[in-house]
């Protein structure tokens, strides 16, 4: 008999978005994970941020799985998550790591709590006694908390514990818990764990006031703020009550407010000569809340050096933040903010229009307070024994940002690669747990063993008969008020209840017993059961039952305490129960009508579907290969290596992209696993997850071949774009960063021949007409030329014109490199743009000198121009191919801008790279990564099941108007042109019931949500009411 | 301005050749807290450094404003690229009286006359506001300021050009 292989176990350090994001991913590819966490709830900084740019509310739910959704937890992911292969440990520090790649022993200390979660019944008797009041983190210090306390007020289940520094051991708590949950001598858990791979997942710190070195000269006063402090002040569950946003100090309506952007980044200095990348789309994105939560009136200011709006859809926000919502946005770094008598805060700043200096009084400052990453990867560093870079950051692989150099059992995500917005935390954790599932394969771990219990059948035809098992809680919570005689009594007489017991505690192990015993003594086919918290409880008792022969969806579990105390302060037994009463009546109603469901296994077809051979399409395809997965790489060219790999031999952070190329070319072509198609298209895509079918049309010899898969990347690249502006196109001295690039590769341009060099950023970009967005890799391009140049000849003067410099995160270096080797950067304005003039055959630049108000001449070796990147032509073919939207500039539209970068609505379909967004090389193979791990958890040859609980068509009832087709928000109905009918993609589908809603002929339902259902329910609480009408 | 005609590319390796100018990214820090700047003309330090990176030489060379300059090293102290504004300043002065050996500067004039080089004594409302005592400006000593004239006209600088002072 062979042995049996172990299962993968990945431990991801921090319970973050991205470290969520790496977890989720490990478990939905069948590995086992352990997530810890340093403090005491998941969610890192994104648990303080109510609001999030661009839709301006939340959305981290849209992490949670799509297939196989049984598995995980289906509720809101700022409360909590549950999955079967993820276990979670908060408040756990790693003390040490010992061991190899594949191999590692991990020492955790689980740090006392002094209150047993498992005990506790939430009821909070400790926190009205507890004496101790100090500052509450959660919401940044602006309200206090006692020692006893909720880490994050909305986690539920609450999880509450006691703060060791702050307890006095007064004992006043334990005197008043009814349970005995809270244990003053506690002590912390060390354990030893073995794990085949580590993510790390920690983040950074950010600045507070408090830490800030320049505290001094700005934060003058409780209104000073920092950006998460002010996220605070405008949530429900800071200090936002609903009507204007209040000061600090006096509780005044801050009419007037500024932001002060780069507060210790970008400062040399400091030795921070980095930009924390994400300050300014949050500046933003606050000022625009702060008009909506504080009123139009508000006025918002943001102070700021470069507004850094690379990203997709960056751009258009900051439009809209300053056409429709007003905000001002003033280029001025300021020394410092003074405090005057009666409390206003006053800004001094020199005005860029006029060159006037000006002073301004505001209620409230916010200091856009950035990263400081030094100190957490040291840490790191010194734990797991990896490297630190010159800049003092881990070192990764030159080419990734999620491999961490010479450790290939080590990862990294999310801000630990430099603070990253929400849509790169994702993409980052996906490409870390990609990365990871890549390194298990070499191992030969294994996956978690399928499902164990097999879910029973359904008889249909027999009548409903409801056991109901009502928990009592340990007699704490129950025995609080509710009255369970009365409470049986009442439900006894319902029609259709076959069986009541009141069990003890169903969430422990005898209580679970109790009720397995019930199931077998009667002859019920449906189960409901009341209970707290039925989402943490409902998988397990799910279970229990399911062992017991039934069927899990005929097993209902209410909220029995929750609900039924909703809007009642104080009430009686009576009141309660009776309440408790009614509400149970109308589970039970709907209940009796549900149907059995089954979920079902998706045939997979295991081949993927790559189209674009540049570096990403290839990197993708390598990637997948490399676990097994066949792929079919398709690109439109009669080579591969796409643009950047064809034309670029140096990028300023150092990678050679064509020398690259070369190398995954020769790695694509022997692989064995992928299959080459060049000069051809996708002209057809249909299917769903796992049975694709596509039609592939070739130019050269007009054929056409049909690919089957299982799932799709699309990879399509992008190209430097074109432009007439400036006089190109009427002389060899006008021409692009990509031309200029290329003519000093390859020697037909002498950079010891020039005297003057003017290079203007932004033609064609970042305005109404033309490219409306900011293509993120000009800057970049620019100041490796301009570097290249000096480096060559250092007598030639090179003058870069630009709009913002947008060297985010560490890319801030080339930009100070530049300067220091005598780069001279001019900036200019949309309404003042440069003009170039022909003299005698020689461009004449004119442009205005901001700082010195001054009209500027200069006759001009070259002028080059950064005329952005287009997306590729062919997108538009292939969005119609496949079903999928492009954005207004013509990139390919994802699911969501922050939770799903990478993936399109319809679940099995993926994007990466330039097709997406312009981005650099490293980011362009971080999607790639990304997305080859989404399409590898469904092609991994395990089995993949929809939900039990998806959408269906009845279709007798169907006039195929299709507009339940248009307003599936996840691509999961389409019409059958051949069997005339409407298909449900039942992997895609999430059951959220909009086509139920939108249907106006009742064709369209959600399986257990049938109108009887509900229509039952409502009736049995009429009945209730009608009743108690006619007694009264 | 013709840029090719009217800058010498160079120049800043006269003034100041330290290195640490070229870091400069315009950012405004230096002049929004400078207490110069409130003068007429203002002290701009930004505009200062961009000249001396442009090579400006005869804009400079005409500039009185680096001798507005208080030393108080705000700027010095509160700049993110560690351009060391003030001591470009110094560097500027120097190399103003390097090329032209009859420059009076501005600021000893001034100070000859109102006993400093920047007015001194504004803010009074704010300063009362804060409980703070009136400022003891020389000016409220006539015969102090006297001796002080006397003194600079000991210097060569102030004898030599009496002419500036006098009158």
Known sequence: MAEKKPTGMVLVAGAGISGIRAAIELAESGYKVILTDASPQMGGILAKLDYQFPTDHCGMCRMLPLVGREHASQYCLRKSLFHDHIEILPFTEITAVQGDAGNYRVDLRKKARFIDPAICNEMGECLDVCPVEVEDEFNQGLTRRKAVYQAVPHNTPKMLLIDQQACTRCGECLKVCPTGAINLEAQDELETREVHAIILASGVKLYNTREFEDAKSYAVSPDVVTSLTFERMLSGSGTYQGDVIRRPSDGRPAQKIAWIQCMGSRNRRQKRDYCSSICCMFALKETVLAKEKGGPEVDATIFYMDLRTFGKGFQQYRDQAVEEHGVKLIRCRVQGVMLKPGGSLQIRYLDPETNELLEKDYDLVVLSTGQIPFETHKKWAELVQAPLDERGLLATEPASKVRVAGNPGLFLCGSLMGLTDISEAMTSGMAAAGETTRFLTTLGVDTMPEEEIPEPAAHRRELPQVAVALCKCGEKTGAAGLDYELLTAELQRQPGVGAIRVIDSMCRVEGETALVDLLGQTKCNRLLIGACQPFMYRRQLKNAARKAGFNSSLVEIFDLFGIARRGMSEPSTGDWTLRAAGEVKADLESLKFKPALQVSTLPINRTALVIGGGLGGMQAALSLAARGVPVHLVEKEGHLGGYLGTRVEQTVDGLNPVAMATEMKLKVFENKNITVHLNCEVEKTVGSLGSFESKLHFQDTGENTYLHHGAAILATGGHEGATSEYGYGTSEAVLTQGELKKGLAGGEIDAGDLENVVMIQCVGSRQPEGRRYCSRICCLGAMGNALAIREKNPGARVFILYRDIMTYGFYEQYYTQARAAGVIFMNYSLDHKPQVEMVQGKPLVKFLDPVLQEEMELPADLVVLSTGVDPEESNRRLAAAFGVSLTEDGFLAEADAKWRPIEFPKVGLYLAGTAHSPMPLKSVLLQAEAAAQKAYAYLSGREVHTAAVTSLVKDALCIRCQRCVHICPYGARAYNEAERCIDIDAAACQACGLCAVECQNNAAEVKGWSDKQLLAAIDAQLMDITLASTVG | ?167
């Not at chain 2, 006359?113 to 009136?134: C, D, F, H």
């Open chain 2, 1 to 167: 301005m013709d840029m090719q005609e009217g800058s010498i590319k160079d120049l800043w390796k006269d003034i100041y050749h330290t290195g640490n100018l070229h870091y400069c990214f315009n950012c405004s820090t230096c002049v929004s807290g400078c207490p110069a700047s409130h003068g007429d003309p203002p002290l701009l330090v930004r505009n200062l450094a961009r000249k001396v990176i442009l090579g400006l030489e005869e804009q400079l060379l005409e500039d009185d404003t680096p001798w507005a300059c208080v030393s108080c090293s705000k700027c010095e102290e509160m700049c993110p690229m560690d351009v060391k504004p003030f001591e470009l300043i110094l560097a500027i002065r120097q190399w103003q009286c390097r090329n032209d050996e009859t420059l009076v500067p501005p600021a000893i004039v001034e100070i000859y006359k109102r006993g400093y080089t920047q007015a001194v004594g504004v803010n009074t409302e704010l300063r009362e506001s804060l409980g703070l005592s009136a400022l003891p400006t020389i000016t409220k000593n006539p015969e102090q300021l006297e001796l002080f004239r006397e003194m600079l006209m000991k210097t060569q600088i102030v004898s030599d050009n009496d002419y500036m002072f006098k009158g």
